[in-house]
């Protein structure tokens, strides 16, 4: 099994940088199975702004300490957070936006690929976490579903019906239940489904390849991604040739790829 070079932890999380560019970031609740409360939260959501304004910067992965990926917001703080009392509340500051909520919109935003080693179950917020990484890579032992019924909360919607639709992501949610990995993989949640004590290994291998990628243009992919949803055929196709010239015009790794392409050798990008 690979190990990792552990940097000082912060009390929620442990970062990690392997390989250069690769940002690797542990949740680390395991007693509270890595729910997110403020402190979790604010510590995540720090923690990756500061990753993705740093240029150097090339793949984000994250993944869970124990047995557990994420088990959502912590429900001993939305307790209290419907009794009024919001010290803990997972929500960002005194506003109703849930920190998993601005935590998604950044990696799905997010100018660099996102890699989700799904180490154990991930349900409710957590679910829409994993789904949010752009590869999921997980362990045979992970279950992922929303479970929110269970606790008469809705939602589990927006990032599963990107990857299942919205009909499958309904009857995920009102089973209550959790996918097994191989399921969740057969639908299309899982990239890839590996045993626990391989996981490290598999994501940091997929990490440096998408570090040696042209990650400029993966973060003009992304955006087009976003851009393109839901849009009419004509609008989207517009959209996607002016990504293209924009690529061609900005990326300069772009240049590379074709040269090497020409000169039959193993192109040298550089992620600008």
């Known amino acids: ?30 007693e509270r199975l890595n729910a997110i409360d403020r402190a979790l939260g604010e510590e995540l959501y720090a923690v990756l702004e500061r990753a993705l304004a740093d240029r150097a910067t090339r793949v984000v992965v ?11 917001d912590d429900l001993g703080a939305v307790e209290e957070h419907l009794r009024g009392e919001y010290e803990r509340s997972p929500v960002i500051g005194t506003t109703p936006d849930p920190m998993y909520l601005r935590i998604i919109e950044m990696l799905v935003t ?12 991930a349900a409710g ?3 829409e976490l994993a789904c949010a990484g752009d590869v999921r890579i997980a362990s045979s032992r992970a279950r992922l579903g929303s479970a929110l ?21 309904t009857e995920i949610y ?8 191989h399921e969740a993989e057969r639908l299309g949640i899982f990239t890839k489904v590996v045993e626990p004590e391989d996981l490290v290994g598999a994501t940091l291998a997929e990490a440096e390849r998408l570090a040696s990628a042209p990650t400029a243009a993966i973060g003009l992919f992304k955006e087009l991604r976003e851009q393109t949803i839901g849009q009419p055929v004509q609008q989207a196709l517009r959209l996607q ?19 090497a392409f020409i000169e039959k050798r193993r192109p040298r990008f550089a992620g600008k």
């Open 149 to 169: 019924l269970n606790v008469a909360q809705a939602g589990g919607l927006v990032m599963m019906s990107r990857l299942v639709g919205a009909a499958r992501a």
């Open 174 to 181: 009102l089973s209550g239940a959790l996918l097994d990995a």
């Open 110 to 121: 997010s100018r660099v690929p996102v890699i989700m080693a799904v180490n154990g179950d």
């Open 241 to 259: 040739n002016a990504v293209h010239i924009r690529n061609n015009a900005e990326v300069e790794d772009a240049l590379e790829g074709a040269t």
């Open 1 to 30: 099994m690979t190990t990792l070079h552990e940097e000082p932890a912060l009390s929620t999380l442990r970062t990690h940088e392997p390989r250069p560019g690769v940002r690797w970031i542990v949740l680390n609740r395991p």
């Open 62 to 72: 994250i993944t869970g300490e124990g047995r557990s990926f994420c088990a959502g």
């Open 125 to 127: 917020a957590g679910a």
